[in-house]
């Protein structure tokens, strides 16, 4: 059965997966948004997506873009756990790869070390 949960809790807990992030990593974060939504239109099956140019992938004439954004679907993740504590450990791994992304680490990789 899917967990219910407020909009503000699970705010919290995507804050409380940010908190995992070493500062350092926090610093390097650069021009990026993180938003949490329903789910997203396109596919519903997505716990959460970044979109946008990965630091690694940014040359010297990266400057005027809008922010990447990690969005974070509340719906499909509430729908898929049981208990407010597996809620609280998939939003954790779904802030933790997405911002993965961010930082140019692929799909395979987050997947083999238990970030997928």
Not at 56 to 70: C, E, S
Not at 79 to 92: L, N
Request: hydrophobic share 45%.
């Amino acid at each position: 059965m899917a967990v219910k949960m407020s909009d503000e809790k699970f705010e919290i807990l995507v804050g409380e997966a940010l908190d995992l992030l070493p500062e350092e990593l926090m610093r390097a974060m650069d021009n990026v948004v993180i938003m949490i939504e329903p789910f997203n239109p396109e596919n519903r099956n997505l716990l959460g997506l970044y979109t946008g140019v990965a630091l690694t992938r940014r040359t010297h004439d990266y400057a005027g873009f809008l922010p990447d954004t990690i969005e974070i679907y509340r719906d499909i993740i509430l729908s898929i756990c049981h208990t407010a504590d597996e809620v609280r450990d998939q939003v954790a791994v779904t802030v933790l790869h997405e911002i993965g992304h961010h930082f140019g680490i692929d799909d395979d990789w987050l997947d083999a070390h238990g970030w997928g």
